[in-house]
């Protein structure tokens, strides 16, 4: 009896999922992952306990200022109506949406203006 339940104990306590076990995204997979082979959780969410959706600053360690990433997606000056604009500067928001308003990590990216807009960016990696 004492055995089962044993066995019955150690189950449960397998079967409750690791801190660990968030999904990463492919891209970061590797950067992320330190020495023990697990995900740096502190590289987006710093010394925090409770972990709660990271600030613009922890991407910005690695990716820079939301000026640097809009670079990189903007847009030829003489760009046709058919050209999808630059999602990281905005007609409305310029550059200051949190990059977490579309990137998500343990979920599937979105693209926040799709709430009023449909862009479909298909070179965004969700
Ligand atoms: C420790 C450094 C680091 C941090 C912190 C980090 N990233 Fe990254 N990220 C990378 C690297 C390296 C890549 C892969 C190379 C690349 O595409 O720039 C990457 C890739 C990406 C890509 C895919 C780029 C593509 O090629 O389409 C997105 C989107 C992204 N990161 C967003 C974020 C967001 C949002 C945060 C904050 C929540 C963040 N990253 C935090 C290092 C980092
Ligand atoms: C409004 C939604 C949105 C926000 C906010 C946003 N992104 Fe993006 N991001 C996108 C989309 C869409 C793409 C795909 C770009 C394209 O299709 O040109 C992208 C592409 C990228 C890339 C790849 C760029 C490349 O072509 O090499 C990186 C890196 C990235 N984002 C990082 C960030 C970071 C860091 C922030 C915060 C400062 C941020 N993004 C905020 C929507 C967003
Ligand atoms: C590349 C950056 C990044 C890394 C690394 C990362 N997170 Fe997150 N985390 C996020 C973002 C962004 C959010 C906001 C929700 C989302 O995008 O999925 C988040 C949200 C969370 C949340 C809140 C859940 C929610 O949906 O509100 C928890 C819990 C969490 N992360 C745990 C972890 C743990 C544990 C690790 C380490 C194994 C980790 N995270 C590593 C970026 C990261
Ligand atoms: C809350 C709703 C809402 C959100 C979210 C939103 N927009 Fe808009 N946007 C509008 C409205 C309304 C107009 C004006 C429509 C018109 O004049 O035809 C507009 C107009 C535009 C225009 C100029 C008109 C055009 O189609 O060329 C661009 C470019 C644009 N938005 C880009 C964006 C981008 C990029 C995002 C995300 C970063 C975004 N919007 C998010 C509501 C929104």
Known sequence: MLRILTTMCILM???IPAANAMKIKDYHKEVMTGDNGKVECSFC???AKRKTIPQASACETCHGTP??????TQRPSD????IEPNPHDSLHYGTDLPCTYCHQEHKESQVY????HE???PDMKR
């Open 13 to 15: 306590l397998l079967s």
């Open 113 to 116: 203006c799709n709430q009023c």
């Open 79 to 82: 760009a046709d109506h058919d």
């Open 67 to 72: 000026d640097d990433v809009a670079e990189l």
């Open 45 to 47: 969410h710093g010394d």
């Open 119 to 121: 862009f479909q960016y």
